[in-house]
């Protein structure tokens, strides 16, 4: 089923993202991972790809498990900034014959030393064309930054360059994580504000792990509000005291949203089963 109808029939729903292994060694205890999460029964899953190959080749096989042998509709990520067009369309093939109909199209970060010019795409909105003129059957979703692309001169160009993109042909947007629900209030305003239409999915990252919590800062450029800071500070260095916290924080952001109008957020899981188990008990009666 495409996600776009899926989610309009449904008042509340939450989605998780999992991340397929990085080697054949882990094949076995991510696919479990992952299979335990879908066993829990979200709206949607999505599947991480990494550009270049790597974990790209798991990616479209990890979505047809756990669509077919979990029931659960499954959306594969699909980065193009290392990739060619014929690479892509390959993808897309694979993507069609594994059943997977929901695509997440992206740039992907540009590799240390990498020759951008030299490329088949420079951003996002190239790969959206190519996969609605390839097959416009696609449901094709996008990302967009409540806290403004690392790479972006400012909030207004990002948001001008997102419109391209939605334009384009993509059906609905995931943000990236953002741990201040004003943030994301006033960033949906801006966006309306530009014409963009389409459902926007706010992405929420539970931290559970103080060095996680770092390591995720420096790559997305996520800010993070004095009230968080204050949660790790205290409950950092205590594993089970800071994954308690984390939840419960992200479970209150979640809350706040449904409260808000939000009717579908998707959840950054980590691969981590119990998290997300931990998630749908706090929400359990607000989603039946």
Known sequence: ?????????????????????????????????????????PAFMSVTYGAGGGTSDYTAEIARDLQENCGVPMMAHLT?????RER???????????????ILALRG??????????????????LVRDIKELDPGFCVAGACYPDTHPD?????EDIRRLKEKVDAGMDFLITQMFFDNPVFYSYMYKLREAGITVP????????????????????SGTTLPERFRRILDTFGDTPDAMRQAG????????????????????VYSMNNPDVAKAILGNLSAILS
């Open 200 to 219: 926007v999915h706010p992405g929420i990252m539970p931290i559970c792990n103080a060095k996680v919590m770092k390591r995720t800062l420096k790559l």
């Open 80 to 84: 193009c900034i290392t990739s060619s």
């Open 152 to 156: 972006a001169p400012s909030q207004k």
């Open 1 to 41: 089923m495409k996600i776009s109808e899926l989610v309009e029939s449904r008042q509340y729903s939450v989605s998780f993202e999992v991340f397929p292994p990085k080697t054949e060694d882990t094949r076995e205890s991510v696919t479990q991972a992952a299979r335990q999460i879908a066993a829990l029964g």
């Open 247 to 266: 939840v419960a924080y992200a479970t209150d952001q979640i809350i706040d949203l449904f409260a808000n109008g939000i009717r579908s957020v998707h």
């Open 88 to 102: 892509i369309r390959s993808q897309l093939t694979l993507l069609r014959e594994k059943g997977v109909e929901n």
């Open 109 to 126: 970060d540009i590799p240390e030393g990498f020759v951008l010019e030299r490329q088949s795409y420079h951003h996002a909105i190239e």
